[in-house]
C-alpha cells in the first residue's frame, strides 16, 4: 500500500464529533491513532494487543531490539500475523528497527554488521506487509559529513537488496553524542544522499519528545517548527509521528519520554496534533511509559488524545 494512497476516506473532522464521552473514546475512521505493542508470544500477538486498546495504528519490534541475533518470517508466521490484524481496526503498521543498528558506523566490521542486521528488518516487514518501517539515524562517531554519507549509502544498499512497498521512515533523533538526524536540515541531507528511485521509499517519523529536546519550540512555536519541517523535508515526507511527552527541558539533547500531556511539552502540541487536518493521514503512535499496566496506560493514553480531537 503506497503511503499517497493510505488515507482512506474521513468522513468528519474529530474537531466537530459530538462531546459525549463515548465519541471521544471511539476510534474514528481513519483516524490512524495507537501504541507500540509487545510482541510477546509472536507477532500474531501484536494485533490483538492494539485491538485491546482501541487503537487504529500500532508499532513493534519484529525481534528482539537490543539483541543481535537475527530471524527470518516464514509463511505461517506472516499468515498468522495477516489474519490476526484482519480481525483489528488497525489500517497502519509501523515497525521499529533494533536499537543496535548503526549504519553510519566508521567501523566496517560493526557498519557490515548494521547493514546485514538492518537488511533483515527490511526482509521481514516485507513479509508481514508492514507499512512503515521507522529507522534511528546512526551515531557518526568520526566526522559528520562522512558518517551521513555512509548512512545514506547503507540504505541505499538495503533498499536495493530488498524490494516491496514498506516505506522506511528515518526517525527525528533528541541529538546526543554523535548522533545523525537531530535538525531538519541533516534529515534532508541522508536522504538527498539516497538515489532518487531509492528514496521514493523513504519518509520521516518526527518524534515530538526528541525534536523539543533537540531544540525545536512545539510549546511556543508550533506553527513554526512544522513550517520549517515542510520548507526542508516537505510536508509529504511526514509520514509516522511518535507521540511522546518529555521528561527533560526545552533543548535538552536528552530522550526520556514521559506521559501525554504531563511532561516538559504538556497538552497544547498533542492537542494540535490531534485536531491539525495536515495530521490526519499521518501515523500517530504513542511510546510512553507503560507503568505497570500497559493496557490501562495506553488505553488512558487514547483516551486523553481523543478527548483532545473532539475540543476538550
Ligand atoms: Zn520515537
Ligand atoms: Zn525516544
Given at each position: 500500500?503506497?503511503?499517497?494512497?493510505?488515507?482512506?476516506?474521513?468522513?468528519?473532522?474529530?474537531?466537530?464529533?459530538?462531546?459525549?464521552?463515548?465519541?471521544?473514546?471511539?476510534?474514528?475512521?481513519?483516524?490512524?491513532?495507537?501504541?507500540?505493542?509487545?510482541?510477546?508470544?509472536?507477532?500474531?500477538?501484536?494485533?490483538?494487543?492494539?485491538?485491546?486498546?482501541?487503537?487504529?495504528?500500532?508499532?513493534?519490534?519484529?525481534?528482539?531490539?537490543?539483541?543481535?541475533?537475527?530471524?527470518?518470517?516464514?509463511?505461517?508466521?506472516?499468515?498468522?500475523?495477516?489474519?490476526?490484524?484482519?480481525?483489528?481496526?488497525?489500517?497502519?503498521?509501523?515497525?521499529?528497527?533494533?536499537?543496535?543498528?548503526?549504519?553510519?558506523?566508521?567501523?566496517?566490521?560493526?557498519?557490515?554488521?548494521?547493514?546485514?542486521?538492518?537488511?533483515?528488518?527490511?526482509?521481514?516487514?516485507?513479509?508481514?506487509?508492514?507499512?512503515?518501517?521507522?529507522?534511528?539515524?546512526?551515531?557518526?562517531?568520526?566526522?559528520?559529513?562522512?558518517?551521513?554519507?555512509?548512512?545514506?549509502?547503507?540504505?541505499?544498499?538495503?533498499?536495493?537488496?530488498?524490494?516491496?512497498?514498506?516505506?522506511?521512515?528515518?526517525?527525528?533523533?533528541?541529538?546526543?553524542?554523535?548522533?545523525?538526524?537531530?535538525?531538519?536540515?541533516?534529515?534532508?541531507?541522508?536522504?538527498?544522499?539516497?538515489?532518487?528511485?531509492?528514496r521514493r521509499r523513504m519518509g520521516v517519523c518526527l518524534d515530538t519528545c526528541h525534536v523539543y529536546s533537540a531544540g525545536y519550540d512545539l510549546v511556543r512555536d508550533f506553527d513554526g517548527v512544522?513550517?520549517?519541517?515542510?520548507?526542508?523535508?516537505?510536508?509529504?515526507?511526514?509520514?509516522?509521528?511518535?507521540?511522546?511527552?518529555?521528561?527533560?527541558?526545552?533543548?535538552?539533547?536528552?530522550?526520556?519520554?514521559?506521559?501525554?500531556?504531563?511532561?516538559?511539552?504538556?497538552?497544547?502540541?498533542?492537542?494540535?496534533?490531534?485536531?491539525?487536518?495536515?495530521?490526519?493521514?499521518?501515523?500517530?503512535?504513542?511510546?510512553?511509559?507503560?507503568?505497570?499496566?500497559?493496557?490501562?496506560?495506553?488505553?488512558?493514553?487514547?483516551?486523553?488524545?481523543?478527548?483532545?480531537?473532539?475540543?476538550?
Open positions: 500500500m503506497s503511503p499517497a494512497k493510505q488515507p482512506k476516506a474521513r468522513p468528519r473532522r474529530s474537531a466537530g464529533a459530538p462531546a459525549t464521552a463515548p465519541a471521544a473514546k471511539a476510534p474514528a475512521a481513519g483516524e490512524l491513532l495507537g501504541a507500540h505493542v509487545s510482541i510477546a508470544g509472536g507477532t500474531h500477538e501484536a494485533p490483538p494487543r492494539a485491538g485491546e486498546i482501541g487503537a487504529t495504528a500500532m508499532q513493534m519490534f519484529t525481534k528482539m531490539a537490543n539483541r543481535w541475533a537475527e530471524r527470518a518470517v516464514d509463511d505461517a508466521e506472516a499468515r498468522g500475523f495477516r489474519a490476526a490484524l484482519a480481525q483489528t481496526p488497525v489500517a497502519v503498521t509501523v515497525v521499529h528497527d533494533s536499537y543496535l543498528i548503526n549504519l553510519a558506523s566508521p567501523d566496517p566490521a560493526l557498519r557490515r554488521r548494521s547493514i546485514e542486521s538492518f537488511v533483515a528488518e527490511l526482509e521481514r516487514c516485507h513479509a508481514l506487509g508492514i507499512t512503515y518501517l521507522v529507522s534511528h539515524p546512526g551515531n557518526f562517531m568520526d566526522e559528520r559529513e562522512a558518517g551521513v554519507q555512509r548512512n545514506a549509502d547503507a540504505i541505499a544498499e538495503a533498499l536495493e537488496r530488498v524490494p516491496g512497498k514498506t516505506v522506511l521512515c528515518m526517525e527525528t533523533t533528541a541529538g546526543a553524542g554523535t548522533v545523525i538526524g537531530s535538525t531538519f536540515e541533516e534529515l534532508a541531507r541522508l536522504l538527498d544522499l539516497v538515489p532518487a528511485r531509492l512544522f513550517a520549517r519541517f515542510d520548507d526542508v523535508l516537505g510536508a509529504d515526507r511526514l509520514r509516522v509521528l511518535h507521540l511522546n511527552d518529555s521528561k527533560t527541558p526545552f533543548d535538552s539533547r536528552r530522550d526520556r519520554h514521559e506521559l501525554i500531556g504531563e511532561g516538559t511539552l504538556g497538552p497544547e502540541p498533542f492537542r494540535r496534533i490531534m485536531t491539525g487536518d495536515r495530521f490526519r493521514a499521518v501515523a500517530k503512535v504513542l511510546e510512553t511509559p507503560k507503568l505497570d499496566d500497559a493496557t490501562k496506560t495506553d488505553r488512558k493514553m487514547l483516551a486523553r488524545l481523543r478527548e483532545y480531537a473532539a475540543g476538550h
